[in-house]
């Protein structure tokens, strides 16, 4: 929900340079160890709040040998949360960890040195994007009723965990906040979710969406009390959840000020992101000043900068990939015609429904040899890609991006659509989706040119 820029008090708060879990002197972070069932890069991704308003989205690649083996130093200047496949970990500056991670399995990941014990807690952190205790969807239960006592009940069995855990005071705080907010964005994704598994008509999803509302509305009002606080934002599920809690708060008090601040700078983050007109881009500027914080003032106006050289009309920049049979292949092998790129996940729902209608128009359009349709997955794991298409037969093309996506691409969620032009320019960074009544019209107008 997008939440409307508040000015009152915010030019008078006192701001801190960022709001991050604990400002401490940089200091190199070193990681080494073993990933087993990866492809050849996985990036580290910071998850704090003001990577939310970055283009690009991690701050190391790291790049395994042919055995796993991989060893990486940095300096780091704040405690703070990272995702590396789909194991979070809890890095510090000066921290010293060998690690052993299965990109299938995040439950088998060991850990030996600095923060060992918290790393070892964290293997069992839900993922925000899947639906948190949803799990993809695998979590949806008969009724809404009974996904909501299934969510409740993994979210205590995450509560005992954790509370019988040797770690940190500090770091219990933390995710015990965690914990709620992963509740909390469960139930928010509930309608999602579950029209999605038991195929809900569109002709009632209002009335559905209506009694789902109900449902959930006393169990958000018990679990987002006391959760208003800025020093969470840089835990990734409770970024999501702050939309819902500021809504529902005195939106006068100083910690929801500075929350407010950030979902102004994350919105405004989404307006540059999505605009392509280079001509919006540059209107969007005088909103970023009104941003209190400095350091998210800073990230929008080089994410402005960054999208004023590359955005509509701009030569298109080549995405490298690899197909189905493991050839590598790229988006520049097929200049001269127009290019259609579904950009999509194994692990996003959203993206599910796309994937039909993108194949309808590749197989309307497969006759035409001046346009191709290409699926081009951003999953880190093949295995979990290739499976996903296994016995569907296709004419679109099927292309895995194998988690190195180019920066210029990587700064819009997913689905996404991208749209080049014989010439091999951009027509669209983030063009109508594929169900949209009206892409089949607007590509046969794209052809007439």
């Known amino acids: 929900m997008k939440v409307k820029f508040l000015l009152i008090f915010?030019?008078?708060?006192?701001?801190?340079?960022?709001?991050?879990?604990?400002?401490?002197?940089?200091k190199m972070v070193y990681l080494k160890g073993i990933i087993k069932n990866s492809n050849n890069s996985l990036p580290l991704v910071d998850v704090s709040a003001i990577s939310r308003l970055d283009a690009v989205g991690f701050s190391h690649q790291i790049i395994p040998d042919t055995n796993g083996y991989f060893s990486i130093s940095f300096p780091l200047n704040s405690i703070g949360y990272f995702r590396l496949g789909r194991n979070v970990l809890y890095l510090s500056p000066g921290d010293k960890i060998n690690i052993f991670l299965d990109y299938n399995e995040p439950?088998?990941?060991?850990?030996?040195?600095?923060?060992?014990?918290?790393?070892?807690?964290?293997?069992?952190?839900?993922?925000?994007?899947?639906?948190?205790?949803?799990?993809?969807?695998?979590?949806?239960?008969?009724?809404?009723?009974?996904?909501?006592?299934?969510?409740?009940?993994?979210?205590?069995?995450?509560?005992?965990?954790?509370?019988?855990?040797?770690?940190?005071?500090?770091?219990?705080?933390?995710?015990?906040?965690?914990?709620?907010?992963?509740?909390?964005?469960?139930?928010?994704?509930?309608?999602?979710?579950?029209?999605?598994?038991y195929k809900i008509k569109a002709d009632s999803l209002t009335s559905f969406s209506a009694e789902c509302n109900k449902l959930i509305a006393p169990y958000l009002i018990n679990y987002e009390a006391g959760l208003l606080n800025p020093e969470y934002l840089d835990l990734e599920v409770y970024q999501d959840a702050a939309f819902d809690?500021?809504?529902?708060?005195?939106?006068?008090?100083?910690?929801?000020?500075?929350?407010i601040d950030w979902a102004n700078a994350v919105n405004l983050s989404g307006d540059i992101k999505r605009a392509n007109d280079k001509t919006k881009i540059k209107d969007l500027q005088p909103e970023i000043y009104k941003i209190a914080n400095l350091q998210y003032r800073s990230v929008l106006l080089k994410l402005t900068n960054d999208k004023l050289r590359f955005s509509k009309g701009d030569p298109a920049v080549n995405i490298h990939a690899e197909d189905l049979a493991g050839k590598k292949v790229s988006i520049k092998d097929y200049k001269g015609k127009i290019i259609i790129v579904d950009m999509w996940a194994t692990w996003c729902a959203p993206c599910q429904p796309e994937i039909p209608h993108f194949e309808d128009l590749a197989t309307n359009y497969k006759e035409n040899p001046n346009i191709v349709f290409i699926s081009l997955s951003i999953d880190n794991n093949k295995g979990l890609w290739k499976r996903k298409l296994v016995h569907k037969s296709t004419n679109a093309l099927q292309w895995n991006s194998l988690g190195d996506l180019m920066s210029a691409y990587s700064d819009i969620g997913i689905p996404r659509t991208i749209i080049i032009d014989k010439d091999f320019n951009i027509v669209e960074l983030n063009g109508l989706q594929p169900s949209s009544p009206e892409m089949k019209k607007y590509i046969e107008t794209l052809l007439t040119y």
Do not use: C
């Open 10 to 26: 915010i030019l008078i708060l006192l701001i801190r340079p960022s709001y991050s879990i604990s400002q401490v002197k940089p």
């Open 245 to 259: 809690i500021i809504n529902k708060t005195d939106s006068t008090s100083k910690n929801a000020l500075k929350i």
């Open 107 to 197: 439950l088998n990941a060991k850990f030996k040195g600095s923060h060992a014990a918290e790393n070892m807690y964290l293997r069992g952190t839900p993922v925000p994007p899947s639906g948190s205790f949803l799990n993809g969807g695998s979590a949806v239960r008969r009724t809404v009723s009974l996904t909501i006592d299934t969510i409740i009940k993994q979210g205590e069995v995450r509560k005992k965990l954790l509370l019988s855990a040797k770690v940190s005071e500090n770091f219990k705080r933390l995710e015990l906040a965690r914990v709620k907010a992963d509740i909390i964005n469960s139930l928010l994704k509930i309608q999602l979710y579950y029209s999605y598994v």
